[in-house]
């Protein structure tokens, strides 16, 4: 399965996973499906999502990082950041 | 936005994780939680592709916020709430923190594509970053660029 786009439509993702689109769209409404509501009718299902469906062991992990004795005070005071920001 | 306690925190954190999750790769960081500053870092990048010929990235969120530990709870003091569109270029973002004078102001940031707009400061309401969020992905997911229309300048 090649995953191309950063978006799929509930139908895209109904024949990439062989299933009925009403099946998709089911699985949106009770949340096991993710997706992006455009208008009442239009929704949009990000890539990893797909993934996340489809083959889960594909998908580059996400971390977390509690430090809960961070001091953060001085960072709070400093001037607001306006930079570009790039990946 | 109410105060809330450490419990509430910790669950609207762990809300905010795994929603972005399923959108991007996700980078959380909650620092200071056992002191009276706390602050929260969520770095959501969404791949170009995540076939075998990767492209760079397409967008990035990065949300950050800052909260003190009062006797009602944790108050959100200021934020930064960014949205950058990697491919077609341009950021758009929801901040409050102080501009000209010593008090948070809350205001948008808008650049454009061609980075006009870069430095200027729009009005805005406080907004929660869910809100935030939802507006700056459904733009991504639409295929709509960065657009500053409709804003009015602060500066």
């Given at each position: ?31 096991r ?55 | ?5 450490s ?10 994780y ?28 969404v ?11 397409d ?53 454009l ?43």
């Open positions: 399965m090649e995953i191309t786009k950063p978006f799929y439509s509930p139908h895209e993702v109904a024949e990439l996973a062989s299933l009925h689109p009403s099946t998709i769209l089911n699985y949106i409404a009770s949340g499906l993710y997706a992006v509501k455009l208008s009442e009718r239009t929704y949009r299902i990000p890539a990893r999502a797909v993934i996340g469906l489809l083959e889960p062991e594909r998908l580059a992990r996400s971390s977390v990082a509690v430090e809960p004795d961070a001091h953060v005070e001085r960072d709070l005071a400093d001037e607001p950041a306006e930079e570009p920001v790039s990946a | 936005m109410r105060p809330l306690s419990r509430a925190f910790n669950q609207r954190r762990d809300d905010i795994s929603r972005f999750d399923r959108l991007g790769r996700v980078e959380l960081q909650d620092l200071g939680g056992n002191t009276t500053t706390r602050k929260l870092v969520v770095d959501v990048v791949p170009g592709q995540v076939g075998e010929h990767r492209l760079p990235d967008a990035r969120f990065r949300y950050q916020e800052w909260w003190r530990l009062t006797q009602l709870g944790w108050i959100r003091v200021r934020y930064d709430y960014d949205y950058f569109d990697l491919r077609s270029g341009g950021r758009r973002g929801y901040h409050l923190h102080p501009l000209s004078g010593s008090e948070p102001m809350p205001h948008v940031v808008c650049v594509p061609d980075g006009s707009g870069a430095g200027r400061h729009f009005e805005a309401v406080e907004v929660d970053l869910v809100a935030a969020h939802e507006e700056f992905e459904a733009q991504y997911a639409d295929g709509r660029s960065i657009d500053c229309r409709g804003l009015r300048s602060i500066d």
